[in-house]
């Protein structure tokens, strides 16, 4: 089952998991000490947080599909391929304390979508290919 994800970069990482664990009434999932990840049930929704520069007002750094196996991920990209979207396939990448296959696109605003898996946890934020450029480090 597909869960849709926000991920915001904040100027506050502390303050935001603070304000977003009151909000949705859960503690994180995953939380690092540059890094947090809401898990919601109900709708099925991640909300990822990822530093800015202390300060700055929050901004919209990626949106994601996340699906069950690397099987629904190619499928997005062969459907991307069909429909004439451009896409960038990224298996196997560190990303977000995990290791994940994953296919991006871009939408009419330039505003980066992943469709990817969960394959592994994984010790380091790592950081995906620079396809959300402009969005700030993944």
Same mark, same amino acid.
């Given at each position: 089952m597909s869960r849709l994800q926000l991920a915001l970069r904040v100027g506050d990482l502390e303050g935001s998991i603070a304000f977003y664990? &009151? #909000?949705?009434?859960?503690a994180p /999932? &995953? +939380?690092? /000490?540059?890094? /947090?990840?809401?898990? *919601?049930?109900?709708?099925?929704?991640?909300?990822? #947080?990822?530093?800015?520069?202390?300060? +700055?007002?929050?901004? #919209?750094?990626?949106?994601? *599909?996340?699906?069950?196996t690397t099987e629904e991920v190619n499928d997005a990209a062969d459907r991307f391929d069909a429909i004439g979207m451009d896409k960038e396939l990224e298996p196997g990448t560190a990303c977000c304390? /995990?290791? +994940?296959n994953k296919v991006w696109v871009h939408g009419p605003g330039n505003e980066p979508w992943e469709v990817y898996t969960v394959v592994a946890e994984a010790d380091v934020l790592g950081k995906s290919s620079e396809i959300a450029a402009g969005h700030g480090s993944r």
């Open positions: 664990e &009151k #909000l949705l009434g859960v /999932a &995953k +939380q690092r /000490a540059d890094y /947090a990840n809401f898990v *919601i049930e109900e709708p099925r929704f991640k909300l990822v #947080l990822l530093p800015g520069e202390p300060g +700055q007002s929050t901004v #919209l750094d990626h949106l994601g *599909i996340e699906v069950d304390y /995990a290791l +994940q």
